[in-house]
């Protein structure tokens, strides 16, 4: 639980999607607090000629762009945690990929925990029978 899909203007190159992985996840896990080994990144490519702001493709404007979206469980992080990424994520993606366009978007879905989950679990279930298991663990001894 996280899933990212992140959009990328220009040609398919695996080595920038591999830096771009490893920075996506790197500011999931240090602003968000995301545990890495339930984060996803899925990398898409879109060549510049088919990418369009106010109907000008990136191609014609000579620039690049870049549209994140993060599904997180509702209420998990605070607005300063939600602002702080978007921006870190603009700033690391920028120099990243170089001369970006302002119209760069970093999207942030909160997923209610009953309707989100991985495993064919619920978040909300996978909360609640966590707080079980640590409810009956039996007290130390001292």
């Known amino acids: ?3 990212i899909n992140l959009k990328v203007s220009g040609p398919e190159d695996r ?3 591999q830096e771009l992985v490893n920075e996506i996840a790197r ?3 240090e602003i968000l607090n995301k545990k890495p080994e339930v984060t996803v990144v899925v990398i898409s490519f879109v060549p510049d000629h088919l ?3 106010n109907a000008v493709s990136l191609a014609e404007l000579n620039t690049r ?3 994140l979206d993060i599904k997180i469980s509702d209420s998990t992080n605070l607005k300063t945690d939600k602002a702080n990424y978007i921006n870190a994520v603009h700033s690391s993606l920028a120099r990243i990929l170089g001369d970006i366009h302002p119209v760069s978007y970093t999207a942030i879905q909160e ?3 009953d309707a989100y989950g ?3 679990l619920t978040i909300e279930y996978k909360l609640v029978t966590n707080q079980q298991k640590q409810a009956i ?3 130390p001894i001292a």
């Open 1 to 3: 639980m996280p899933i």
């Open 15 to 17: 080595i920038l999607a």
């Open 27 to 29: 500011l999931t896990r």
């Open 51 to 53: 990418w369009f702001v």
């Open 65 to 67: 762009s870049f549209h």
């Open 111 to 113: 997923m209610k925990a």
């Open 118 to 120: 991985y495993e064919g």
């Open 137 to 139: 663990l039996p007290e």
